[in-house]
């Protein structure tokens, strides 16, 4: 059963510190950021927003300073390590290279071109496996969807209803994808963004202002 995710934040120091939380079968709460600056906090089914926002409060000082580490790091220009530990995202989780593709003897470019081809593969199975039951919920049926690159979009839909979605959502959450997979379903009814758009949004998703804020604040990072 997969385990239930939402996003949070607390001030701390003056500072805003965003985290992912994930709800599941466990006995206490644990915290982990990974390379990419992303922080997830796992804790039992039914814990408090109290007592998580206290259990990231009392390891503010230590985040804020791994996340500094992190920024600093990545205003230096370093090469991606396409080896077998190098360390790439898929559906919001950090993998090692060699669990997503197999490494044979290809050298970097090819590995790329692997990789690449893995995220498109991967994003199209799962946004074909979840597009139904959101079309049939809002009783619209795209023309078509395809997986596309694109660097500012996340997904678009044309006025003859044909669906594009950028192939680095299969670096995101499922909870993520669903909200691109909303929004652009959404476009069929409502093609502007205007009140009634975003109602539509909102009643099928909540709170997809939280899948807005994740994208906004990782997008940079789902890359390789």
């Known amino acids: 059963m997969r385990e239930t995710m939402v996003y949070m934040h607390i001030e701390f120091e003056n500072q805003r510190i965003e985290f992912n939380v994930q709800y599941g079968k466990r006995k206490k709460i644990s915290l982990h950021i990974d390379g990419f600056g992303i922080i997830t906090v796992k804790v039992p089914k039914g814990t408090s927003e109290e007592m998580i926002n206290n259990a990231v409060e009392r390891h503010g000082k230590l985040i ?6 992190i ?3 990545r205003e230096i220009p370093q090469p991606r390590e396409y080896q077998d530990e190098g360390k790439f995202l898929y559906l919001g989780k950090e ?3 060699h669990e997503l593709i197999e490494l ?6 090819e590995l790329k071109i692997k990789l690449k081809k893995f995220y498109f593969s991967s994003c199209k199975k799962v946004i074909g496996e ?11 049926k795209p023309k078509s969807f ?7 979009k996340w997904g678009s839909c044309s006025s003859d209803k044909k669906l594009t979605f950028n192939y680095r959502l299969a670096m995101a959450p499922i909870e993520v994808i669903d909200y691109v997979i909303i ?8 093609m502007n963004h205007d009140r009634s758009f975003w109602r539509l949004v909102g009643s099928m998703m909540p709170d997809y202002k939280e899948k807005e804020a994740y994208l906004a604040r990782y997008g ?3 890359t390789f």
């Open 146 to 152: 395809d997986i596309v690159e694109s660097r500012t």
């Open 130 to 140: 979840r597009i139904t039951q959101y079309q049939t919920a809002l009783r619209v």
């Open 220 to 222: 940079r990072a789902m």
């Open 64 to 69: 804020l300073e791994k996340l500094q580490m």
């Open 95 to 97: 993998y090692s290279l």
């Open 104 to 109: 044979g003897d290809l050298n970097e470019e």
């Open 71 to 73: 920024a600093k790091a």
């Open 183 to 190: 929004h652009e379903l959404c476009h069929l009814h409502h």
